[in-house]
């Protein structure tokens, strides 16, 4: 149900089992990418290509993965077309991270999605205040989803699309959500760094440069313009209507927890529409490759057949 907040528990015993596995912090090492992908022997990853789109915006060629749903055929005239998934990346990491550190080609065989994994480097998906060629947030809304659309048998409407990332990339998936509730239906956001517009490497260290390199000085302009606590804050009861269904889910031993819950807190406040999960686990990849499964079947559920 909306607004609910769902607590998921297991056994103690497999919890044990499942964090003697968890490797913290984990960083992925990207292999160069290719302009296409070589078939296989494996079906699974027949279906995933490595592109570049030559951004204007961004002045370089920007790498993204595609994840082609069963039975897909290159055919324009062949009837339906297909929903797109955008899942966005986390801080250090790329574009192929979600089909590298996750199951997430394999879980997909069971739905009839397009999944677009795009590459935001430390750019928190957002124009650069600082950096003029590095307009993360305009090449995504601007140059790749209308890139998706016209390469692949898409339905290109609100009702067809989500996007959804993991940290950096929950915030991105939130933000794109809030300020673009014409483009998307579902907004997703797995361990969200949901306080992005605060940070700086005066408030959280090292990591925070790459804040104050995007998103520029305290109370700067880009810093209010992309504060989504800020915009939940300050949004009509019109524009809430608006808005896409939000999806939440953070683990309880997560160090962003408790402003994930925060930021749900406020979601209830202003009746926004949203599902909220919370359930064992901490800021690693066993638990975005089990999360991104779920998120797979709220889409399912939520974006139009």
Known sequence: MDADIRKFILPGWLWIAIFSLSVL???STTPAPQSSRALSDNPVEDKVQTLRLN?????????????????????????????VIYLLHGLTGHFDNWTDRTKLAEYSATHKFIIVT?????GWYT???????????SYIIKELIP?????????????HRAIAGLSMGGYGGLKFGLKYPEMFSLAGSFSGALKAASYSEKTIGPRGKTVDAILG?????????????KMIREISSEKIKSLPFLYIDCGTEDFLFD??????????????????RQLPGAHNWIYWNAQVKEFLEVAGSRLKK
């Open 147 to 159: 890139e998706i659309d016209k390469t692949f048998r898409t339905i290109p409407d609100r009702d």
């Open 259 to 276: 402003s994930n819950r925060e930021f749900v807190t406020l979601l209830v406040e202003k009746k926004v529409r949203h599902e909220y």
């Open 217 to 229: 000085a305290e109370n700067s302009e880009t810093r209010n313009a992309n504060d989504i606590f």
């Open 25 to 27: 912090g984990q960083i």
């Open 127 to 137: 124009d650069s205040s600082t950096i003029s060629n590095d307009k993360y947030e």
């Open 55 to 83: 951004s204007k915006l961004m002045s370089r060629e920007m790498p993204y993965r595609v994840i082609l749903p069963p039975g897909y055929s290159a055919l324009k005239f062949k009837e339906p077309g297909y929903s």
């Open 118 to 122: 795009p590459e935001g480097d430390n």
